[in-house]
């Protein structure tokens, strides 16, 4: 490809709408452009990064044996309704009617789809195993779209879907997908983690989440230098440490907090620790409204609560809400005298003496203790796990590094045979549910998260497996007649030794070429300049500051060319 006819609009302002740093340099560099929020067009040079990461994808599913089909986006509402998650998945999925009032969504996730496709078709064991998957469109209704295309309404994902006799089966498969994703990983030279994670609303029973490492990460990872646990933040688990209080119950006393309502703000108006101090909250969900308790100086993990009680509608109550059911405002709602059932941490089980809201305007309880003034009706973990806590494994500290989520596999198990009633016949003749498991991987989401993991300060630094090209050519001035032949020579002879070459033959200055090629991070530049008066061209890495003066013979270069990529490594 000649610059001249690529289109590739740079840009040299900061986008005024960039959240982080992947969206600021893909829009610059005329990789991807907005069409709404959430939503991107996939320029030329983007969808040549896209294309190669979907190449490496398919190839490592296909060398486990998956089979790549093809399934519909547009969904209808009563399979997703059979099992239950046309109401559980939640506002981010897409609903709408057609003209015959009939409903459908725009698929978030295909298990639904993938099962009553080949619940008719897959009748014997003898058939099973087998793995399904697609790359295809997806579509969330995201509450707030942000972060370029980590957080869109419309991305391009790889999911695989697997249907086995027995749980056996399907861990051989589980694990193939594991080291299937870990080679995709290493293939693209990217640093990362494979750790527990929560199911969510895709269910099952088991689940790992591929997380690639970036200081603008939306994931924590929790993890264990000791003994090598790792989890996200919505999975991780601790050893608890909870000293037991050794204090005699005192009286409880309402006191006034006249426009006191945070824990921060209780803290310093009573002149107590946090940790004196007891976070009520109130989360609605199928079954209703319900309280939650947690020391003052922890935070609760909204996944644990829906992990536990399996139903992904649960959320924060809204204020009207809390209103409604407790008539009492945010800020002073509390245990003592609550109408609705209760759920506490264990983190408050050993307090005694507490603070607490007084379920009464402008006023607390002081003193508070369990069992004598409220009753607790199940006793959960559900804090958020943070960097110092003891591993749940082996105790010694965990540690915590912010990651991006690029692809997740899980263990279904039977949820949705049985309610889809996907059977096939077993080798005595009887008719069971098929064993799940399903494996996504975000295609377009990946782009963002290399980016976020490999740029500088002068642009991005492309693996040379994604790069949109490999090399390229650039001619410092081209409308000096001997460049511009070298140039082109190089170019394609590159080319016909297998290359991805660009070569930059536009007529601007020097310095906007070599800033746009970093800006772009093609992995190596090779330089026709001055230096060909005394036949040398000038060969550079992307994240490199070593600069070798190559003799122009094509044979050299071709070597050199090959050497350097070959020592391209980007960790």
């Known amino acids: 490809m000649k610059w001249s006819n690529l289109y590739a609009p740079t ?10 740093k992947s969206q600021e340099l893909l829009v610059r560099a005329g990789f991807i452009r907005k069409a709404v929020a959430g939503v991107y067009s996939y320029l030329p040079l983007g969808l040549r990064v896209l294309q190669k990461i979907t190449q490496i994808v398919r190839e490592e599913m296909n060398n486990i044996g998956a089979q790549e089909l093809l399934m519909p986006i547009m969904q209808p509402a009563e399979i997703w309704k059979t099992t239950g998650r046309w109401e559980d998945y939640g506002p981010e999925m897409v609903k709408f009617k057609d003209r015959n009032k009939r409903e459908f969504t725009l ?17 014997s064991y003898k058939q099973l195993p087998v793995t ?3 790359i295809n469109t997806k579509y969330r209704d995201e509450i707030r779209p942000r972060f370029g295309l980590l957080r869109g309404r419309e991305f391009i994902m790889k999911d695989a879907y697997s249907f086995h006799t027995d749980e056996k089966s399907l861990d051989e498969t589980y694990q193939n997908m594991y080291k299937a994703y ?14 527990e994670a929560d199911t969510g609303a895709i269910g099952g029973n088991n689940s790992h989440e591929f997380t690639i490492l970036a200081k603008n990460g939306e994931s924590n ?28 119950e005192k009286e409880l006393e309402l006191v006034e907090t006249p426009n006191v309502k945070t824990v921060e703000e209780l803290s310093k108006f009573l002149g107590i620790d946090k940790t004196k101090i007891v976070k009520t909250m109130v989360f609605v969900g199928r079954n209703g409204v319900f309280m939650t308790l947690i020391r003052g ?48 941490d264990f983190s408050v089980k050993s307090m005694k003496n507490f603070v607490v809201g007084g379920m009464k305007e402008e006023y607390h309880y002081v003193n508070a203790n369990v069992d004598r003034d409220f009753k607790v009706s199940e006793w959960i973990d559900m804090k958020r796990v943070v960097a110092g806590d003891r591993c749940p494994k082996c105790g010694a500290p965990l540690k915590m590094k912010k990651g991006i989520e690029v692809g997740q596999i899980f263990k279904l198990g039977t949820k949705y045979s ?26 377009s989401r990946t782009i963002a998260a290399v980016v976020e993991q490999y740029h500088d300060e002068n642009g991005m630094i492309w693996p040379r497996s994604i790069a949109p090209f490999e090399i390229v050519v650039t001619v410092v001035n081209s409308s000096n007649a001997d460049q511009m032949k070298v140039g082109n020579d190089i170019y394609e002879f590159l080319k016909d030794q297998g290359f991805d070459v660009l070569l930059d033959d536009r007529e601007v200055s020097g310095g906007f070429k070599f800033k746009d090629a970093d800006l772009i991070g093609i992995p190596l530049r090779i330089t026709v300049g001055r230096k060909l008066k005394d ?11 070593d600069v070798y003066n190559v003799n122009v013979e094509k044979s050299e270069i071709f070597e050199k060319a090959k050497e350097m990529l070959n020592d391209y490594k980007l960790k």
């Not at 840009?11 to 982080?20: G, N, Q, R």
């Not at 698929?107 to 009748?123: S, Y």
């Not at 870990?182 to 750790?195: H, P, Q, T």
């Open 11 to 20: 840009l040299k302002e900061v986008p005024s709408d960039a959240d982080i």
């Open 107 to 123: 698929g978030p996730t295909h298990e639904e789809m993938i099962t009553t496709l080949v619940k008719g078709e897959l009748k």
């Open 132 to 134: 399904l998957y697609q």
């Open 182 to 195: 870990s080679k995709i990983c290493k293939r693209m030279d990217l640093e990362y983690f494979a750790v």
């Open 221 to 248: 990872i929790l993890y264990c230098d000791e003994c090598g646990y790792a989890a996200t933040d919505e999975k991780a688990e601790y050893m608890p440490d909870y000293p037991s209080s050794n204090e005699s």
């Open 297 to 344: 100086d922890l935070e609760i993990n909204e996944a644990k609560l829906k992990a536990h009680f399996k139903d992904q509608t649960i959320r924060k109550a809204f204020p009207e809400e809390v209103v409604s059911a407790l008539g009492v405002p945010i800020g002073y709602l509390g245990p003592v005298g609550s109408k609705v059932k209760i759920f506490a």
């Open 418 to 443: 049985e309610k889809l009633e996907a059977f096939y016949v077993d080798a005595n003749g009887e008719r069971k549910p098929f064993v799940m498991g399903c494996y996504g991987w975000g295609v």
């Open 535 to 545: 036949g040398k061209v000038e060969m550079k890495l992307r994240n490199s500051k």
